[in-house]
T-cell receptor
Framework: AQSVTQLDSQVPVFEEAPVELRCNYS??????LFWYVQYPNQGLQLLLKYLSGSTLVESINGFEAEFNKSQTSFHLRKPSVHISDTAEYFCAVSEGPGDTPLVFGKGTRLSVIA | ETGVTQSPTHLIKTRGQQVTLRCSSQSGHNTVSWYQQALGQGPQFIFQYYREEENGRGNFPPRFSGLQFPNYSSELNVNALELDDSALYLCASSLSAGGTARQYFGPGTRLTVL
């Protein structure tokens, strides 16, 4: 069975400061890893994904995540956050790269403080 | 926006009642997945429909059932509602053709059971 642990339920950070949201997973099969973002009263939006290849993946809005197989981690980072990054972030794992069911962590609430 | 719509946006029911939630897929998508997101939790996979057939199910009791129609829209039905069924219900659509199909999430239906 697969599982995801997001180590921090809430992360407050000042604007323009760096941030890291931690995610660890467990799986007995090949893994495909995702980060989703959920803004208030909205559905989930895919932020970035690791399917294969380079272990460092980037999103268009400055986030990046690195797949670390030995540490079973997929931490999300951004060097400088904005107020608009305030949202709930979910790490997820699946057994397939496509629309295989996702197993989500409990989420991390990122609050950016002006 | 993803093009996935859900109705209604909010719903209040009492324990023991039945409820039907609806999801309209993004144009051209043939697969719908449903997730339950309880307060403070990550989404949990309920089931998936592919071309009108159930294509996988999570750990939910049989009183959670679904349908997918020829136009690929979908319904989630929950019978004998319990207080713990209070949650945000998300649907996600995708075009399953193997490979790296991406799931697009709707905004969700907030169900409150009193």
């Amino acid at each position: 069975a697969q599982s995801v642990t997001q180590l921090d339920s809430q992360v407050p950070v000042f604007e323009e400061a760096p941030v890291e949201l931690r995610c660890n997973y467990s799986s007995s099969v090949s893994v495909y890893l995702f980060w989703y973002v959920q803004y208030p009263n909205q559905g989930l939006q895919l932020l970035l994904k690791y399917l294969s290849g380079s272990t460092l993946v980037e999103s268009i809005n400055g986030f990046e995540a690195e797949f670390n197989k030995s540490q079973t981690s997929f931490h999300l980072r951004k060097p400088s956050v904005h107020i608009s990054d305030t949202a709930e972030y979910f790490c997820a794992v699946s057994e397939g790269p496509g629309d295989t069911p996702l197993v989500f962590g409990k989420g991390t609430r990122l609050s950016v403080i002006a | 926006e993803t093009g996935v719509t859900q109705s209604p946006t909010h719903l209040i029911k009492t324990r023991g009642q039945q409820v039907t939630l609806r999801c309209s897929s993004q144009s051209g998508h043939n697969t719908v997945s449903w997730y339950q997101q309880a307060l403070g939790q990550g989404p949990q996979f309920i089931f998936q429909y592919y071309r009108e057939e159930e294509n996988g199910r999570g750990n939910f009791p049989p009183r959670f059932s679904g349908l997918q129609f020829p136009n690929y829209s979908s319904e989630l039905n929950v019978n004998a509602l319990e207080l713990d069924d209070s949650a945000l219900y998300l649907c996600a659509s995708s075009l399953s053709a193997g490979g790296t199909a991406r799931q697009y999430f709707g905004p969700g239906t907030r169900l409150t059971v009193l």
